[in-house]
């Protein structure tokens, strides 16, 4: 009894957590930060602009700062300084948290700290990660196993919040390749949707990504497993070579009918994604009535097929994040699949011009199946790009290409020119998808007015 006591009053006595956040808007970041203040922690943070990520963050009691960064910004009793990858070595709050010895810690190194307490589990992969760790998150949920949740979007069920506190044993994290950073994470269980040719500013090649992958794999300890799509013949090679518990998934399962049947978000990639979520629920034991009880809920993330409104002409608009080729190919498949007879426009929003570069192939037959195509300005990542890149490609360039194979395409230079063409030109019916992984989600807000 003495020795609780002692230790009480020696907690008690402990100055609480105060953690700065340098980038705090991000989505992954700004999740993070929700964790530590659900443990207590004070937190502060900054960044370039304000958004509803850093209003929702203030709401709950954050302090943030926005604009350029500046050394007052960490305050006196700050504890600790946790950044975004994307933080320059120059940043002036980074260099500040390294001559004050607070051993400022980037996002996957602080995540990474976090997946050895508990019993991790991960989903990676090209495309499809948000949705399944959505997905997943709801399973657990509905199976009683109370996880803690970082994903990178908002859940309508976690009362639109990219974070859940829970008391289980479990954290269930969505973990990128890009920069590698996954490397950080000690998972129990990991699991792959796909293994794509994607963030190649960080990766040589599809094959560096797949050795990356393996290396995670093997991260895995004996008594846990990996879950992988048999569907992807890269997730096949990496699995095969894990040496790892596999358990598989497949459009070819035997329940697969029986799950699109009760999914409410369209298209075969998210019947990928609920077979991925329904195994790993199997693997840790939760009634199948229960998996197809959270499957069926599932009403979709922010900015994932998000519906979002009706034009002034009677045009549904559909927010997506989607900037990948293939997630293109993929979103307009859904919505054919679903709107099988209405005309459908893609408003498409660039995501580096680097990326734009390494897959000028791939984007230039991404929009085949849309029967309309505005493209907006490249949306420029700072500190991810290049001259190279700049100077090779852009979004002119883009719809002009569309153009010679074919397509109704247009240039807009700004969202107000895209507003009006839409205004004038969409009609009672019509599907408009407003894709990109940029700010282009404030154009989908302006364009649903009712």
Partial sequence: ?????????????????????????????????????????????????????????????????????????????TTAVIYTAATPASNPELKAAKARRLKPKSYAQA????????????????????????????????????PTVIIGTKVKEFGHSNFRKGMGPYLLLEADEWNRS???????????TNIDAEHLDTYKNLEDVKATFLEY????????????????????????????????????????????????????????????AARLGALLGIPYPHILKAISGFRGVWRRFEYKGINQNGAYVISDYGHHPKEI????????????????????????????????????????NADRVCVLPVYDVAGRETKQAKNAVNSEKLAGELIWRGKLATYHPTFLAAK?????????????????????????DELAVH
């Fill in 1 to 77: 009894m003495k020795r609780r006591a002692l230790k009480a009053k020696k907690q008690a006595g402990k100055k609480p957590e105060s953690i700065h956040f340098i980038g705090i808007g991000g989505i992954g970041v700004s999740a993070l930060a929700k964790y530590f203040m659900s443990r207590g922690a004070r937190v502060t943070g900054s960044d370039i602009a304000k958004s509803e990520i850093t209003d929702e963050l203030a709401g709950l009691g954050a302090r943030i700062v926005t604009g350029r960064p500046r050394t007052e910004n960490i305050p006196k009793e």
């Fill in 111 to 146: 995540v990474g700290e976090l997946t050895r307490i508990y019993e991790t589990i991960t989903i990676s992969g090209a495309h499809g990660k948000s949705t399944t760790t959505a997905l997943a998150a709801l399973v657990l949920e509905e199976g009683y196993c109370d």
């Fill in 420 to 444: 009006r063409t839409i205004a004038n030109e969409s009609r009672k019916g019509d599907i408009i998808l407003v894709m990109g992984a940029g700010d282009i989600y404030t154009l989908a």
């Fill in 217 to 276: 794999a093997k991260k895995i300890p004996a008594d846990g497993a990996l879950i992988a799509n048999w569907d992807d013949q890269n997730v096949k090679d990496v699995a095969w070579q894990s040496k790892k518990k596999i358990i598989w998934y497949s459009h070819k399962d035997r329940d697969a009918d029986s799950i699109k049947k009760i999914l409410k978000v369209p298209g075969g990639h998210n019947l990928s994604n609920a077979l991925a």
């Fill in 329 to 368: 190919i993929a979103t307009i498949a859904g919505a054919r699949e679903r709107y099988p007879l209405r005309r459908i426009w893609c408003v498409y929003q660039p995501h580096q011009y680097q990326r734009l570069n390494y897959l000028w192939k791939d984007f230039t037959a991404a929009f085949d």
């Fill in 182 to 192: 996954f490397l950080n994470y000690s998972p129990k269980i990991a699991l792959f």
